[in-house]
């Protein structure tokens, strides 16, 4: 699905990925855990396509295109998605509007007819109320005055709308609470199959608890130093990063 | 096929080509010679079987335009305009003898309207939505003509108004823009061609939308349209204007007059979408749309909205405006204004108080990519008898690219201490992190920005009838096609 071979990237002239390797399956979950400044979100924005990143070395491949040569919303359409750590917020763009607008543009991508407004309703009613969302809510703004857990939701819920092949979540776990947090990831954990991929970024343990990864990986300084299965999270949070880094 | 479903489908192809409604309908024309003089002016008064009092005003309105320096108000950068090398009257031949029916329309013009999607045969038309269209210089049909006359509303062309409603035309025209107030005016009243006139009698509610669309065709045509509507007291109605022109390398000029008068109680919401063609990416040809708009809110409690969506012409200079005079009247503003490539815009609104307890309020967004320049250039006038006049202004620019410009120019002059100005202004680039988060949801970069550059013009556009809001959003979308690279 996604095959990361020695990649280097840098901004501004300052190198923050210094050769990593990743390599998820189909139907895997792997958690990216590393203290703040690792370069954990960087690695989320490359693989979306994000400008003013120089990928100075190293290769990414996603279902066997290069993923480097796709457009932002190509990756998109490809079915590469990334909760982002800080949703934006779009003023005057009703919630739902966007969400149909993205599910739109996909099914144009792939050459599908736009969904009609029944059907979507339907879709985005049931996926809301899987999370706990009002649907009251998905007529105000896109994510603007929406609290910080809210915004996360909101997130998960157009990842499940959207139904991506690979998802990448960066740091979804903070700023929920602890109910947040299980519904959060019951709505993940409701998408994961033996088809979808999920590259789950956390600074915290705690978030593994509800979504068990197949693989973990520390990352440091742009690496990964270690990688394990879910008993390195816990090892993790027992040692702390400083020691596990070392004795890496 | 329904009409809205026609219209809808209209507007999904506009996205073809960089300006849809470029294309022109090859009809035979009247047309006297080029330039400016009295004699064309007799030939277009004759052409219309004016009475003569209609002659001596225009005649008059000529004698002043000749005094009047050209206003320089703007900070537009406008080539002389050679008044001697316009052809100042075109209609199609077929038109001449002034069709009764639909049926004996030239169909090529009834075609060219649906190109536009403004279907005139009445079993096609919008739900609810009558409309007048002038193709160049003469108005071509009215629709549900019989059911506005029932409820007393009279709305035809203004050529048609002169014949018809002497009385009513006599007193109202010129008495909200003086002739002489500046050139533009003063050319238009002097040779304008045609306009719709509406008035709509005392109590009543105009129970659809009233429209105009305009058409400029034949080549190197000036289009002078006249529009007075008329809300007598206790009335209501809603209007709306729409504009096209095909793609000519030269520059045309539009220079329309509309005049507003609401009394007593009366409400007249007046909505424009602008689509004129606005030239080539290097700038070359484009319609000048240099256009008066005055509302009088004469009458107590009266109000008058002003709403526009202006995305074409090579340079537009409008300033709407309000004058309040009735007691606790109100006026207001609100627009999009958006330039791209070469683009020129320079507008904004007056709203001059003069009666007690008036209020207006502005919204303006301002929209610039390419090269374009943007301004709004407002004013806000209080006079000594306007006790506890308000006036609450909002102002948003937004850069796409920085090539462009935005300017915000608020005058505000205060004559009365019980009244209160409040102003607000924002300029801000386009969110590049708004932009990457609408793509990494699958939206190409065109479709980001014309989502992003829709929201910031919401609280606009949710100003627009309905039915036409729809074709606002694409048309803002549109419009900004090729400003992101
Ligand atoms: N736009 C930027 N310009 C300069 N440095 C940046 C930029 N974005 C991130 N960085 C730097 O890159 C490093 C990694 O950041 P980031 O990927 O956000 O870390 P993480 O998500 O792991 O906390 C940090 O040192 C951060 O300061
Ligand atoms: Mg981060």
């Given at each position: 699905?996604?095959?990361i071979?020695?990649?280097?990237?840098s901004?501004?002239?300052?190198?923050i990925?210094?050769?990593?390797?990743?390599?998820?399956?189909?139907?895997?979950?792997?958690?990216?855990?590393?203290?703040?400044?690792?370069?954990k979100?960087t690695l989320s924005?490359?693989?979306?396509?994000?400008?003013?990143?120089e990928?100075?070395?190293?290769?990414?491949?996603y279902n066997?295109?290069?993923?480097?040569?796709?457009?932002v919303?190509?990756?998109a359409?490809?079915g590469?998605f990334l909760?982002?750590?800080?949703?934006?917020?779009?003023?005057g763009?009703?919630?739902?509007f966007?969400?149909?607008?993205?599910?739109?543009?996909?099914?144009?991508?792939?050459?599908?007819?736009?969904?009609?407004?029944?059907?979507?309703?339907k879709l985005?009613?049931?996926?809301?109320e899987e999370l706990?969302?009002?649907?009251?809510?998905?007529?105000r703004?896109?994510?603007v005055?929406?609290s910080?857990?809210e915004?996360k939701?909101q997130?998960?819920?157009?990842?499940s709308?959207?139904?991506?092949?690979?998802?990448i979540?960066d740091e979804?776990?903070?700023?929920?609470?602890?109910?947040?947090?299980?519904?959060v990831?019951?709505?993940?954990?409701?998408?994961?199959?033996?088809?979808?991929?999920f590259?789950?970024?956390?600074?915290y343990?705690r978030?593994?608890?509800?979504?068990?990864?197949?693989?973990?990986h520390?990352?440091?300084?742009?690496?990964i130093?270690?990688?394990?299965?879910?008993s390195l999270?816990l090892e993790?949070e027992?040692k702390?990063?400083?020691?596990?880094?070392?004795?890496? | 096929?329904?009409?809205t479903e026609?219209?809808?489908?209209?507007?999904?192809t506009?996205?073809?080509?960089?300006?849809?409604?470029?294309?022109?309908?090859?009809?035979?024309?009247?047309?006297?010679?080029?330039?400016l003089?009295?004699?064309i002016i007799?030939f277009?008064?004759?052409?219309?079987?004016?009475?003569?009092?209609?002659?001596?005003?225009?005649?008059?309105?000529?004698?002043?335009?000749?005094?009047?320096?050209?206003?320089?108000?703007?900070?537009?950068n406008?080539?002389?305009?050679?008044?001697?090398?316009?052809?100042y009257y075109?209609?199609?031949k077929?038109?001449?003898?002034?069709?009764?029916?639909?049926?004996?329309i030239?169909?090529?013009?009834?075609?060219?309207?649906?190109?536009?999607g403004?279907?005139?045969?009445?079993?096609?038309?919008?739900?609810?939505i009558?409309?007048?269209?002038?193709?160049?210089?003469v108005?071509?049909?009215?629709?549900?003509?019989?059911?506005?006359?029932?409820l007393g509303?009279?709305?035809?062309?203004?050529?048609?108004?002169?014949?018809?409603?002497?009385?009513?035309?006599?007193?109202?025209?010129?008495s909200v823009?003086?002739v002489?107030?500046h050139?533009?005016a003063?050319?238009?009243?002097?040779?304008?061609?045609?306009?719709?006139f509406?008035?709509?009698?005392?109590?009543?509610?105009c129970?659809?939308?009233?429209?105009t669309?305009?058409?400029?065709?034949?080549?190197?045509?000036?289009?002078f349209?006249?529009?007075?509507?008329?809300a007598?007291?206790?009335?209501?109605?809603?209007?709306?204007?729409g504009c096209?022109?095909p793609?000519r390398?030269?520059?045309?000029l539009?220079?329309?007059?509309?005049?507003?008068?609401?009394?007593?109680?009366?409400?007249?919401?007046?909505?424009?979408?602008?689509?004129?063609?606005?030239?080539?990416?290097?700038?070359?040809?484009?319609?000048?749309?240099?256009?008066?708009?005055?509302g009088a809110?004469?009458g107590?409690?009266?109000?008058?909205?002003?709403t526009?969506v202006?995305?074409?012409s090579?340079?537009?200079?409008?300033?709407?405006?309000?004058?309040?005079q009735?007691?606790n009247?109100?006026?207001?503003?609100?627009?999009?204004?958006i330039?791209?490539?070469?683009?020129?815009?320079?507008?904004g609104?007056?709203?001059?108080?003069?009666?007690?307890?008036t209020?207006?309020?502005?919204?303006s967004?301002?929209?610039?990519?390419?090269?374009?320049?943007?301004?709004?250039r407002?004013?806000?006038n209080?006079?000594?008898?306007?006790?506890?006049?308000?006036?609450?202004?909002?102002?948003?620019?937004?850069?796409?690219g920085?090539k462009?410009?935005?300017?915000?120019?608020p005058?505000i002059?205060?004559s009365n201490?019980?009244?209160?100005?409040?102003?607000?202004?924002?300029?801000?680039?386009?969110n590049?992190d708004?932009l990457?988060?609408c793509?990494?949801?699958?939206?190409n970069?065109?479709?980001?920005v014309?989502?992003?550059?829709?929201?910031f013009?919401?609280?606009?556009?949710?100003?627009?009838?309905?039915?036409?809001?729809?074709?606002a959003?694409k048309?803002?979308?549109?419009?900004?096609?090729?400003?992101v690279g």
């Open positions: 699905m996604l095959e071979k020695n990649l280097h990237v901004i501004e002239e300052k190198k990925i210094k050769g990593l390797n990743l390599s998820i399956n189909k139907g895997e979950v792997h958690a990216l855990m590393g203290p703040n400044g690792s370069g979100s924005y490359v693989l979306s396509g994000k400008d003013k990143y990928i100075d070395d190293g290769t990414i491949e066997e295109k290069n993923l480097l040569e796709l457009d919303d190509e990756r359409n490809e590469l909760a982002f750590q800080y949703p934006m917020e779009i003023p763009v009703q919630t739902s966007f969400l149909k607008t993205a599910i739109n543009s996909k099914r144009k991508y792939l050459g599908h007819s736009e969904m009609d407004a029944l059907e979507f309703a985005m009613k049931s996926k809301a706990n969302i009002n649907t009251e809510m998905l007529k703004d896109l994510n005055n929406y910080g857990g915004k939701k997130e998960i819920l157009q990842m709308m959207l139904s991506p092949k690979m998802a979540l979804t776990d903070s700023g929920l609470d602890i109910d947040a947090l299980r519904i990831s019951e709505g993940v954990n409701k998408l994961r199959s033996k088809e979808n991929s590259l789950v970024i956390t600074h343990q978030l593994l608890n509800y979504i068990k990864p197949d693989f973990v520390i990352i440091a300084d742009g690496r130093v270690k990688s394990g299965d879910y999270a993790l027992e702390g990063y400083e020691e596990i880094s070392k004795s890496a | 096929m329904a009409a026609q219209t809808i489908k209209q507007v999904n506009l996205g073809d080509t960089d300006y849809k409604y470029g294309f022109s309908t090859e009809l035979d024309e009247i047309r006297p010679p080029k330039g003089n009295e004699d007799k277009i008064s004759a052409q219309k079987d004016e009475p003569e009092w209609m002659l001596d005003w225009r005649l008059n309105a000529f004698k002043i335009f000749n005094k009047l320096p050209k206003p320089e108000w703007a900070k537009l406008i080539p002389e305009i050679d008044y001697q090398d316009c052809y075109s209609i199609p077929s038109l001449k003898d002034k069709p009764k029916s639909l049926d004996e030239d169909p090529e013009i009834i075609k060219t309207y649906e190109k536009l403004i279907p005139l045969k009445e079993q096609k038309m919008l739900s609810g009558a409309v007048d269209a002038v193709f160049d210089s108005s071509v049909a009215t629709t549900y003509k019989k059911q506005l006359s029932d509303i009279v709305f035809c062309s203004i050529s048609e108004a002169v014949k018809t409603h002497p009385d009513l035309v006599k007193k109202y025209l010129g823009i003086p002489s107030d050139s533009f003063a050319l238009n009243s002097a040779v304008f061609t045609d306009g719709s509406i008035y709509i009698p005392e109590g009543v509610r129970p659809v939308e009233l429209s669309y305009f058409r400029i065709n034949a080549m190197n045509t000036g289009q349209e006249r529009t007075l509507i008329i007598d007291k206790d009335s209501y109605v809603s209007y709306l204007e096209t022109a793609m390398d030269e520059n045309q539009h220079a329309a007059n509309v005049e507003l008068v609401a009394l007593d109680n009366a409400e007249i919401k007046y909505s424009t979408v602008q689509n004129w063609y606005p030239g080539d990416k290097e700038g070359k040809g484009g319609i000048y749309n240099f256009v008066t708009k005055r809110c004469r107590k409690n009266s109000k008058i909205s002003w526009q202006e995305t074409g090579a340079i537009t200079w409008k300033y709407p405006s309000c004058i309040l009735g007691d009247s109100k006026g207001e503003f609100y627009s999009v204004a330039t791209n490539n070469m683009q020129q815009a320079d507008t609104t007056k709203m001059i108080h003069i009666g007690k307890n209020s207006s309020k502005i919204i967004k301002g929209i610039s990519a390419g090269k374009a320049n943007n301004t709004y407002g004013l806000v209080i006079l000594s008898k306007a006790k506890n006049a308000r006036n609450f202004t909002q102002c948003d620019s937004l850069l796409i920085n462009c410009g935005a300017h915000t120019v005058y002059e205060s201490s019980d009244s209160m100005v409040e102003h607000e202004a924002t300029t801000s680039k386009i590049e708004q990457f988060y793509q990494q949801r699958g939206l970069s065109e479709d980001a014309g989502l992003i550059v829709n929201g013009c919401k609280e606009v556009l949710q100003h627009l009838p309905m039915e036409f809001a729809v074709e959003q048309l803002v979308a549109i419009s900004l096609e090729g400003s």
